[in-house]
């Protein structure tokens, strides 16, 4: 079954570092979407993409935060420079086309930001 | 904006039993509302889903209700199993938009 899948599992920084983190969105999906979760809190979203262009974001999502989709098949964010609260679960999503709704979600990055 | 509140945080129920979950939302706006199932160390797995213009939907011992008029949905597990343990998320979206709203998440542990 096709599936999301998202890399590091796992990335530690320092505070004020660049990171990347990327995503294979499902191969036939048009739209694509990161969430985050705090430890202890609600999914929250940031984003979502489509047609080579930002359709949504929140309020979190400011200037410190980009996506691209640099080729056919990745998907990433980027965060400039890393505050201790960034620290959280991202998650990667992506679903076939808007009305249909489902969105169908990576295992997440732990991002710990030191 | 939405609102979605998920009650209750913790829940644990003996094998066997049936587990119920809900979730309310503020914006009556809202017309689809998914429920996700994530294990420990996954992402959000899509378990079942239902639209607005639907009271009910069922998929085998995973059901799910919904009343616009008081704005609120339920997940409904019979018959629950070991493997039915793991953190409930209800959602809720409206059609013009992208993006999921996100409950806090149930915890649902299962007795042996």
């Known amino acids: 079954e096709p599936e999301v899948t998202q890399t590091p599992s796992h990335q530690v920084t320092q505070m004020g570092q660049e990171v990347i983190l990327r995503c294979v969105p499902i191969s036939n999906h048009l739209y694509f979407y990161w969430y985050r979760q705090i430890l202890g809190q609600k999914v929250e979203f940031l984003v979502s993409?489509?047609?080579?262009?930002?359709?949504?974001k929140s309020e979190i999502f400011d200037d410190q935060f980009s996506v691209e989709r640099p080729d056919g098949s990745n998907f990433t964010l980027k965060i400039r420079s890393t505050k201790l609260e960034d620290s959280a679960m991202y998650f990667c999503?992506?679903?076939?086309?808007?009305?249909?709704?489902?969105?169908?979600f990576g295992p997440g990055t732990r991002l710990t930001v030191l | 904006g939405e609102n979605v509140e998920q009650h209750p945080s913790t829940l644990s129920v003996q094998e066997g039993d049936s587990a119920v979950i809900k979730c309310t939302y503020s914006?009556?706006?809202?017309?689809?509302f998914p429920w996700y199932k994530q294990e420990l160390g996954k992402g959000p797995q899509l378990i079942i889903d239902?639209?607005?213009n639907v009271g009910e939907k069922k998929d085998q011992r995973i059901a799910v209700t919904l009343n616009k008029t008081a704005k609120h949905f339920s997940l409904h597990i019979t018959e629950t199993q070991p493997e039915d343990s793991a953190v409930y998320f209800c959602?809720?979206?409206?059609?013009?938009?992208?993006?999921?709203?996100w409950g806090a998440g149930t915890k649902l542990i299962i007795k042996p």
């Open positions: 914006d009556s706006a809202s017309n689809y």
């Open positions: 959602a809720a979206k409206w059609d013009s938009n992208y993006q999921l709203i």
């Open positions: 993409f489509y047609n080579n262009e930002i359709s949504e």
């Open positions: 239902i639209r607005s």
């Open positions: 999503a992506s679903s076939e086309v808007r009305g249909a709704n489902e969105q169908f």
